[in-house]
Protein backbone atom coordinates (compact mmCIF):
# COMPACT_ATOMS: atom_id res chain seq x y z
CA UNK A 1 0.00 0.00 0.00
CA UNK A 2 2.68 2.01 1.13
CA UNK A 3 4.29 1.76 -2.39
CA UNK A 4 1.66 2.91 -4.29
CA UNK A 5 -0.29 5.58 -2.10
CA UNK A 6 2.61 8.36 -0.57
CA UNK A 7 2.26 11.86 -0.25
CA UNK A 8 5.66 11.74 -2.22
CA UNK A 9 4.21 11.01 -5.40
CA UNK A 10 2.46 13.25 -7.87
CA UNK A 11 -1.03 14.24 -7.75
CA UNK A 12 -1.02 12.67 -11.56
CA UNK A 13 0.26 9.74 -9.98
CA UNK A 14 -2.21 8.66 -7.16
CA UNK A 15 -4.99 9.73 -9.09
CA UNK A 16 -3.94 7.42 -11.51
CA UNK A 17 -3.47 4.99 -9.25
CA UNK A 18 -7.07 5.48 -7.40
CA UNK A 19 -8.38 5.31 -10.60
CA UNK A 20 -7.26 1.70 -10.95
CA UNK A 21 -8.00 0.59 -7.57
CA UNK A 22 -11.58 1.90 -8.65
CA UNK A 23 -12.60 -0.12 -11.68
CA UNK A 24 -10.83 -2.76 -10.49
CA UNK A 25 -13.50 -2.94 -7.59
CA UNK A 26 -16.15 -1.20 -9.72
CA UNK A 27 -16.46 -3.27 -12.82
CA UNK A 28 -16.46 -7.09 -11.58
CA UNK A 29 -18.85 -5.93 -9.77
CA UNK A 30 -21.45 -4.70 -12.13
CA UNK A 31 -21.23 -7.25 -13.88
CA UNK A 32 -22.48 -9.87 -11.37
CA UNK A 33 -25.09 -7.22 -10.38
CA UNK A 34 -26.28 -7.17 -14.26
CA UNK A 35 -25.98 -10.98 -14.42
CA UNK A 36 -28.25 -11.54 -10.71
CA UNK A 37 -31.01 -8.79 -12.14
CA UNK A 38 -33.35 -11.15 -13.70
CA UNK A 39 -34.06 -9.60 -17.19
CA UNK A 40 -31.41 -7.09 -16.75
CA UNK A 41 -28.74 -8.40 -19.12
CA UNK A 42 -31.21 -9.01 -21.73
CA UNK A 43 -32.99 -5.55 -21.30
CA UNK A 44 -29.75 -3.57 -21.61
CA UNK A 45 -28.83 -5.70 -24.91
CA UNK A 46 -31.85 -5.28 -26.56
CA UNK A 47 -32.59 -1.43 -25.35
CA UNK A 48 -30.58 1.05 -26.80
CA UNK A 49 -31.59 3.69 -24.60
CA UNK A 50 -31.98 1.57 -21.21
CA UNK A 51 -28.32 0.89 -22.07
CA UNK A 52 -27.44 4.40 -22.31
CA UNK A 53 -29.13 4.94 -19.13
CA UNK A 54 -27.36 2.78 -17.58
CA UNK A 55 -23.65 3.62 -18.81
CA UNK A 56 -24.76 6.98 -17.73
CA UNK A 57 -25.45 6.27 -14.30
CA UNK A 58 -22.26 4.56 -14.14
CA UNK A 59 -20.03 7.15 -15.60
CA UNK A 60 -21.73 10.14 -13.79
CA UNK A 61 -22.56 8.45 -10.57
CA UNK A 62 -20.68 5.20 -9.68
CA UNK A 63 -17.48 5.90 -11.34
CA UNK A 64 -17.36 9.35 -9.22
CA UNK A 65 -18.61 8.03 -6.13
CA UNK A 66 -16.70 5.18 -6.08
CA UNK A 67 -13.72 7.58 -7.28
CA UNK A 68 -14.05 10.21 -4.21
CA UNK A 69 -14.38 7.67 -1.65
CA UNK A 70 -11.31 5.87 -2.35
CA UNK A 71 -9.25 8.71 -3.16
CA UNK A 72 -10.14 10.91 -0.03
CA UNK A 73 -9.39 7.59 2.05
CA UNK A 74 -6.26 6.58 0.22
CA UNK A 75 -5.03 10.07 1.20
CA UNK A 76 -6.00 10.22 4.63
CA UNK A 77 -3.81 6.90 4.40
CA UNK A 78 -0.71 8.32 3.24
CA UNK A 79 -1.03 11.44 5.09
CA UNK A 80 -1.24 9.60 8.59
CA UNK A 81 1.21 7.13 7.28
CA UNK A 82 3.51 10.24 6.48
CA UNK A 83 2.97 11.58 10.05
CA UNK A 84 3.98 8.30 11.75
CA UNK A 85 0.76 8.06 13.05
CA UNK A 86 0.21 4.45 10.56
CA UNK A 87 2.14 2.66 13.51
CA UNK A 88 1.72 4.49 16.38
CA UNK A 89 -2.14 4.60 16.04
CA UNK A 90 -3.56 2.49 13.69
CA UNK A 91 -6.84 2.67 15.53
CA UNK A 92 -7.32 6.01 14.55
CA UNK A 93 -6.05 5.50 11.36
CA UNK A 94 -8.93 2.93 10.57
CA UNK A 95 -11.63 4.99 12.55
CA UNK A 96 -10.49 8.10 10.47
CA UNK A 97 -11.07 5.68 7.19
CA UNK A 98 -14.34 4.35 8.30
CA UNK A 99 -15.78 7.55 9.17
CA UNK A 100 -14.79 9.19 6.27
CA UNK A 101 -15.69 6.64 3.85
CA UNK A 102 -19.31 6.31 5.33
CA UNK A 103 -19.88 10.14 5.12
CA UNK A 104 -18.09 10.47 1.47
CA UNK A 105 -20.22 8.01 0.49
CA UNK A 106 -23.13 8.88 1.97
CA UNK A 107 -23.04 13.07 0.93
CA UNK A 108 -21.49 11.94 -2.59
CA UNK A 109 -24.82 10.48 -2.93
CA UNK A 110 -27.05 13.24 -1.97
CA UNK A 111 -25.41 15.79 -4.40
CA UNK A 112 -25.12 13.47 -7.47
CA UNK A 113 -28.90 12.59 -7.11
CA UNK A 114 -29.68 16.56 -6.85
CA UNK A 115 -27.73 17.35 -10.04
CA UNK A 116 -29.04 14.45 -11.88
CA UNK A 117 -32.87 15.83 -10.65
CA UNK A 118 -31.46 19.32 -12.05
CA UNK A 119 -29.01 17.94 -15.41
CA UNK A 120 -30.87 15.17 -16.56
CA UNK A 121 -34.24 15.55 -14.94
CA UNK A 122 -33.93 12.67 -12.49
CA UNK A 123 -37.02 12.43 -9.80
CA UNK A 124 -39.27 14.07 -11.48
CA UNK A 125 -36.70 16.98 -11.65
CA UNK A 126 -37.46 17.50 -8.05
CA UNK A 127 -34.09 18.49 -6.05
CA UNK A 128 -36.64 17.30 -2.70
CA UNK A 129 -37.41 13.77 -3.93
CA UNK A 130 -33.69 13.30 -5.04
CA UNK A 131 -32.76 13.60 -1.36
CA UNK A 132 -35.60 12.06 -0.08
CA UNK A 133 -34.86 9.07 -1.54
CA UNK A 134 -31.12 8.56 -0.40
CA UNK A 135 -31.53 7.11 2.78
CA UNK A 136 -33.95 4.36 1.46
CA UNK A 137 -31.73 3.96 -1.69
CA UNK A 138 -28.79 3.53 0.82
CA UNK A 139 -30.65 1.17 3.21
CA UNK A 140 -31.23 -1.37 0.39
CA UNK A 141 -28.06 -1.26 -0.95
CA UNK A 142 -26.91 -3.94 1.22
CA UNK A 143 -28.68 -6.51 0.26
CA UNK A 144 -27.32 -5.84 -3.46
CA UNK A 145 -31.23 -4.69 -4.42
CA UNK A 146 -29.80 -1.82 -6.15
CA UNK A 147 -26.81 -0.56 -8.52
CA UNK A 148 -25.90 1.84 -4.93
CA UNK A 149 -25.10 -1.45 -3.79
CA UNK A 150 -22.52 -1.97 -6.35
CA UNK A 151 -20.83 0.74 -5.64
CA UNK A 152 -21.11 0.38 -1.94
CA UNK A 153 -19.22 -2.58 -2.08
CA UNK A 154 -16.79 -1.55 -4.25
CA UNK A 155 -15.09 0.96 -2.14
CA UNK A 156 -15.33 -1.33 0.44
CA UNK A 157 -13.20 -3.98 -1.50
CA UNK A 158 -11.03 -1.59 -2.47
CA UNK A 159 -10.23 -0.55 0.73
CA UNK A 160 -9.70 -4.49 2.45
CA UNK A 161 -6.11 -4.18 1.31
CA UNK A 162 -6.05 -0.76 2.96
CA UNK A 163 -7.20 -2.61 6.43
CA UNK A 164 -4.68 -5.22 6.04
CA UNK A 165 -1.78 -3.68 5.88
CA UNK A 166 -2.91 -1.24 8.78
CA UNK A 167 -3.71 -4.26 10.91
CA UNK A 168 -1.12 -6.45 10.52
CA UNK A 169 1.31 -3.67 10.62
CA UNK A 170 -0.43 -3.09 13.99
CA UNK A 171 -0.23 -6.85 14.74
CA UNK A 172 4.06 -6.90 13.99
CA UNK A 173 4.49 -4.25 16.27
CA UNK A 174 3.84 -7.09 19.10
CA UNK A 175 6.07 -9.87 17.33
CA UNK A 176 3.76 -12.72 19.30
CA UNK A 177 2.40 -13.37 15.97
CA UNK A 178 4.33 -15.61 12.48
CA UNK A 179 4.18 -13.55 9.64
CA UNK A 180 1.57 -15.81 8.21
CA UNK A 181 -0.58 -16.18 11.19
CA UNK A 182 -0.44 -12.42 11.18
CA UNK A 183 -1.25 -12.21 7.78
CA UNK A 184 -4.76 -14.64 8.17
CA UNK A 185 -6.10 -12.22 11.58
CA UNK A 186 -5.27 -9.02 9.88
CA UNK A 187 -7.33 -10.75 6.83
CA UNK A 188 -10.16 -12.12 9.07
CA UNK A 189 -10.66 -8.82 11.15
CA UNK A 190 -10.61 -6.70 7.83
CA UNK A 191 -13.21 -8.61 6.67
CA UNK A 192 -15.39 -8.18 10.22
CA UNK A 193 -14.67 -4.12 10.20
CA UNK A 194 -16.09 -4.78 6.22
CA UNK A 195 -19.19 -6.40 7.46
CA UNK A 196 -19.30 -3.22 10.55
CA UNK A 197 -18.77 -0.65 8.29
CA UNK A 198 -22.37 -2.48 5.97
CA UNK A 199 -24.02 -2.76 9.05
CA UNK A 200 -23.76 0.81 10.43
CA UNK A 201 -24.66 2.57 6.89
CA UNK A 202 -27.42 -0.13 6.75
CA UNK A 203 -28.58 1.48 10.17
CA UNK A 204 -28.41 4.78 9.14
CA UNK A 205 -30.48 4.58 6.40
CA UNK A 206 -33.33 2.96 8.30
CA UNK A 207 -33.18 5.14 11.06
CA UNK A 208 -32.93 7.86 8.39
CA UNK A 209 -36.09 6.79 6.29
CA UNK A 210 -38.16 6.11 9.46
CA UNK A 211 -37.61 9.46 10.71
CA UNK A 212 -38.50 10.86 6.87
CA UNK A 213 -41.50 8.65 7.22
CA UNK A 214 -42.97 9.88 10.62
CA UNK A 215 -42.06 13.66 9.70
Do not use: C
Request: avoid cysteine; aromatic fraction near 14%.
Amino acid sequence: MQRFFSLEMPFSRFAWNTMLVSLAGLLPLLAIFVALTPGFATALFENEQALERFLRQVVTNGLPVVFVVNYLTLFLYASTNARGDLERRPGLVLFLDVAARLVAFIVLHILIYVLSADWFGSFGGSRATAVRVVAPTLARSAFFENISGVYLYATLVSAIPLYVSVIEGWLAKGRSFAHRRSRGIAVFLSLVLFGAVVVLLTGIGYLVSALQSSS
